[in-house]
């Protein structure tokens, strides 16, 4: 694990103490990662976790391809989004549709 994604997880794990609805998102995420945070699932439907959690237990790199998706949606759906700075270039990860009213740089 990379210090930006420490540095990354710690910042989410902070704001989910406060309450404050957050996600943490990047394509080098494991899909048991993602389930742990409480407001990745709150943004998906039933259906969406079932398969992350399917992913999870397989283990199945080539299915690592079903995550843009999830990971864009619930990056449209969260107040704030939490990320590394190389994850924040990944314009198929964005899709180039968000718009932030403040970005906190952590490196």
């Known amino acids: 694990v990379t210090q930006s994604n420490v540095a990354a ?3 989410q794990e902070k704001m989910d103490v406060f309450r404050i609805q957050s996600v943490r998102v990047g394509m080098q995420l494991r899909p ?6 409480r407001y990745f ?3 998906l439907e039933p259906q969406e976790i079932r398969t992350l959690e399917r992913l999870a237990l397989e283990d199945d790199e080539s299915a690592r ?17 939490v990320m590394t700075c190389i994850s924040s270039g990944n314009m198929a990860l964005l899709g180039g549709q968000l718009n932030f009213s403040r970005v906190l740089l952590d490196e």
């Open 65 to 81: 391809s079903m995550l843009p998706p999830l990971l864009t949606k619930a990056a449209k759906r969260c107040p704030v989004v």
């Open 9 to 11: 997880l710690n910042i």
């Open 41 to 43: 699932k709150e943004s």
């Open 32 to 37: 048991e990662e993602l389930l742990s945070q």
